[in-house]
């Protein structure tokens, strides 16, 4: 769905940030990028910033008018970094990309990206409908455009990922198995045995430290080579020392 | 809180990044930057890609090595392009963000980005306790330095305005204060002399049991308690034991 998603770049000024936002697009799985009447363009330092994105910036498509570039989209929605008169609705980037992705499952839609000191015209804006913001710091709203192009790429990639983002983080012990209850049970008897055997347990007060200990290794989530090594550990720190007479 | 999330850059190449990687900051409402060995840094380029956030890089500390710059930060994150073998635990920017914001309820946290061809090495990422990935095309997948700057503060600007950082890991610790980088630092070097008294390490090939260690309690975020109780133990498993002879 990410490659029905068409950005396009309004008479953008410098060409350097055409090859910064081909590169953007790229690394977030887009690929179809429209240029309307860039300035300067094609250029070198376009495809210096483009990087390894250079095969994306030479299928770009130029056009000399906007609707030539949104024919056959169903959807378009277009940035803009100030407020406006209420005249268009307002999305975050989130909630744009989920209308984007949810409308190009039928064709293609539209995100349009205006000039860098002054936007989108009025009349570009009444192709649109809705406008993306980007919620900036107010006090230094105005994003480089390679770097809004990446934010809104960025959730669009994520957006079209959630489905199976949601599983991913469970390998969070580095895909090792996790140690089933009663091997860590084990473990916390070994640990008890050998603070008792180091005269470290208090054993006027020995579960005191047991449950700290408890709650500080329950936070992990152990896996079975991690208990394992814990209880080498254990093995060699008792080695030698007798147990005290009771 | 957004004030309390230290960007550490480590070791950068071109400093236009640097310059970038702030107006990205800016935008975003972050303020703290902390550079650690920049290559070619102040320069001209630096405060020409920070536009108008040179008051940012003007405040930016620069240190000689990491440890320096994390002094005093409970929660460090880390950004990784790629997986890596022996895996540290991997987060989404959007987890990675309401983590951060949880913690700096309380202090001080950090998010490194390493050198643009090679990231962060081994040693480094020992530092964090999990590491950050936004999730790019597979197959060109290597963003930008500034660009994957301006992604996870993006996500760190929608999380606080959200007001969803996680309640997560703060409840974890039932309310103690989460121990500061240079103490769990200084555990590890005891854990380390220990388990060499012990005879427990490997002397070929030490750094391999002290990093699965790290990887086990980095998951914890230890309390300063804790990491009392555990040096405690330590000092205990030692006693009357000689350090073995090299």
């Known amino acids: 769905m990410l490659n029905q998603v068409r950005i396009v770049l309004v008479n953008t000024t410098h060409p350097g940030n055409v090859g910064g936002v081909a590169r953007a697009m790229k690394n977030m799985g887009l690929s179809d990028l429209h240029l309307v009447n860039p300035q300067g363009y094609p250029s070198a330092e376009a495809t210096a910033r483009a990087s390894g994105a250079d095969d994306l910036l030479a299928r770009a498509r130029v056009h000399e008018d906007l609707d030539a570039a949104l024919?056959?989209?169903?959807?378009?929605?277009?940035?803009?970094?100030?407020?406006?008169?209420?005249?268009?609705?307002?999305?975050?980037?989130?909630?744009?990309?989920?209308?984007?992705?949810?409308?190009a499952r039928?064709?293609?839609?539209?995100?349009?990206?205006?000039?860098?000191?002054?936007?989108?015209?009025?009349e570009e804006l009444d192709r649109c409908h809705a406008l993306v913001n980007i919620p900036a710091n107010p006090e230094y709203s105005s994003l480089n455009l390679a770097a809004a192009a990446q934010v809104l790429s960025y959730e669009l990639r994520m957006t079209a990922l959630e489905g199976r983002a949601a599983q991913a983080s469970a390998a969070e012990s580095g895909g090792e198995l996790p140690a089933p209850h009663e091997d860590v049970e084990r473990f916390y008897a070994h640990l008890e045995d050998t603070l008792r055997v180091l005269d470290f347990l208090d054993p006027d007060n020995p579960r005191h430290l047991m449950r700290r200990l408890r709650r500080l290794f329950g936070r992990v989530r152990l896996t079975i080579?991690?208990?394992?090594?814990?209880?080498?550990?254990?093995a060699h720190a008792a080695k030698g020392r007798k147990d005290p007479a009771p």
Do not use: D, K, M
């Open 71 to 103: 024919v056959g989209c169903q959807l378009v929605l277009g940035t803009s970094a100030r407020q406006r008169t209420l005249r268009w609705p307002q999305h975050e980037p989130r909630q744009a990309a989920a209308e984007l992705l949810a409308a």
């Open 106 to 122: 039928s064709g293609p839609v539209a995100l349009l990206f205006g000039r860098e000191r002054t936007g989108l015209t009025n």
């Open 225 to 234: 080579n991690e208990v394992n090594i814990l209880r080498g550990i254990l």
